[in-house]
């Protein structure tokens, strides 16, 4: 690791697995490419994920996240055997399916009514009854009123997915630098030049991405704000002695995802405490005590590992991809919330189209950068 370069033509700052995907993106078209990361790459929230990989689980409506997300999951076919293939690393990518268990009218009724816009979408999924669900799921207790199958969901092993990411990005000849926190944009003249760090030094850049997770509101230098909060989420892994479901198992209060090694992660609090990592008395016991009321078999099964991390939020949930609205050679690739390990594929093709100008980005323009800006412009205005 060099650190001692002035410039490169395009500076990432964030080593998580958005910037990893889009350097390794912009890498192969070509691009000089020195990648910032202030910690270790891949150790923050694409670290604390539970890997699950499920555009319908996750849309709250049809419409441009849904989209997104289906189209990121058809690139995971390919793009996981890929980079296994690049890498030597497993990425555990298997198609397990979700089981999203309704225990209230309120939630049957939710969850009907993404039922029916699936088919209409042409998604398969499919409606399980109560009894239906005891019997596909005999770990499950209580009386469940049924379940939303969504057999084409996957998961993925998303620590194997950041050590894969920046081997192939640095086999590739990016040049990913670990503890070089990025504390400025430098920006003269409507156009950023390179970044100031917190040790004083400088890099010069033809273009910036901004890929900080949570953190990619904090930098100087760039007019207006980046909207995006830390989420924080807790979570625990179990070691029973048998694993409850070979399913994602998801109901209002958690998830249980099953790990090939028999490891079952509990999730997850979902916190807005500013950027407090710690774990928890309150947020283990929550999630620990959803789980075993789903899966009673849970209560003997040693606890194995405790962590937290924290989620880039947006104000309306939506990711924030694209250029500046007033720095254009600076582009953002944040505020995946909950769903940065799905869309990573689809996140790294899109803002490689977008910054090497290849060919249209495809990136839907309710994600642009610009639109919460304008969103609040707006209400100043009709109020
Ligand atoms: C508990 C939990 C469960 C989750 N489960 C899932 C799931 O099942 N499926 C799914 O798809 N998603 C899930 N997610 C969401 C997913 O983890 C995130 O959306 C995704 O990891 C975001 O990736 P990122 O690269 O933007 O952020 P991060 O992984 O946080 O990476 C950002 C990087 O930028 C670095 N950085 C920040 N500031 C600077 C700076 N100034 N200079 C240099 N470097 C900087 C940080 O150190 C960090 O490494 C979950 C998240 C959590 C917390």
Same mark, same amino acid.
């Given at each position: 690791m060099s650190g001692r370069r002035t410039g490169a033509e395009l500076v990432i700052v964030g080593g998580g697995v958005v910037g990893l995907a889009i350097a390794r993106e912009v890498r192969r078209a070509g691009m000089d490419v020195v990648l910032l990361e202030?910690?270790?790459?891949?150790? #923050?929230a694409s670290w604390a994920a539970a890997g699950m990989l499920s555009p319908l689980g996750e849309a709250?409506?049809?419409?441009p996240f849904l989209e997104f997300g289906l189209k990121s999951l058809r690139l995971w076919t390919s793009f996981a055997p890929t980079l296994e293939e690049e890498? /030597? +690393? #497993?990425?555990?990518?298997?198609?397990c399916g979700k089981l999203r268990l309704a225990f209230s009218e309120d939630e049957k009724d939710r969850l009907g009514n993404r039922l029916r816009w699936a088919h209409r979408r042409g998604v398969p999924a499919r409606w399980l009854d109560g009894p239906e669900v005891r019997k596909a799921e =005999?770990? +499950?207790? $209580?009386? =469940?009123r049924g379940g939303l199958l969504l057999e084409e969901d996957y998961r993925v092993d998303n620590r194997a997915l950041g050590e894969a990411l920046v081997r192939s990005a640095r086999d590739s000849g990016v040049e990913a630098q670990e503890g070089r926190e990025v504390t400025e944009l430098r920006v003269q003249g409507g156009r950023a030049v390179g970044v100031g760090l917190a040790d004083g030094s400088r890099l010069d850049a033809e273009a910036v991405v901004v890929a900080?997770?949570?953190?990619?509101? $904090?930098?100087?230098?760039? =007019?207006?704000? +980046?909207?995006v909060h830390p989420a924080r989420g807790q979570m625990v892994a179990l070691q029973p $002695?048998?694993? &409850? $479901?070979d399913r994602v198992l998801e109901w209002e209060e958690g998830y249980l995802v099953p790990r090939d090694d028999g490891r079952v992660l509990a999730g997850a609090t979902e916190e807005r405490v500013g950027y407090q990592r710690a774990v928890t008395a309150g947020g283990i016991r929550d999630v620990l005590a959803s789980a075993v009321r789903l899966?009673? %078999?849970?209560? /003997?099964? &040693? +606890?194995v590992e405790l962590w937290s991390g924290l989620r880039p939020a947006t104000p309306d949930g939506l990711p924030v991809l694209g250029a500046h609205p007033e720095v254009e050679n600076v582009f953002l690739a944040t505020?995946?919330?909950?769903n940065g390990i799905l869309l990573t594929p689809v996140t790294g093709e899109a803002m490689g189209k977008l910054i090497c #100008?290849? %060919?249209?980005?495809?990136? &839907? #323009?309710?994600?642009?950068?610009?639109r919460l800006a304008r969103t609040a412009m707006d209400e100043v205005t009709s109020s």
């Open positions: 202030k910690g270790r790459v891949g150790r #923050e709250l409506e049809p419409g890498t /030597g +690393v #497993e990425l555990e990518f298997r198609r =005999p770990a +499950v207790a $209580s009386d =469940p900080a997770g949570a953190w990619s509101g $904090s930098l100087e230098g760039l =007019p207006g704000s +980046v909207p $002695s048998a694993i &409850p $479901s899966a009673p %078999e849970l209560a /003997g099964a &040693p +606890v505020g995946h919330f909950r #100008e290849t %060919e249209s980005s495809g990136i &839907p #323009e309710e994600f642009a950068p610009g």
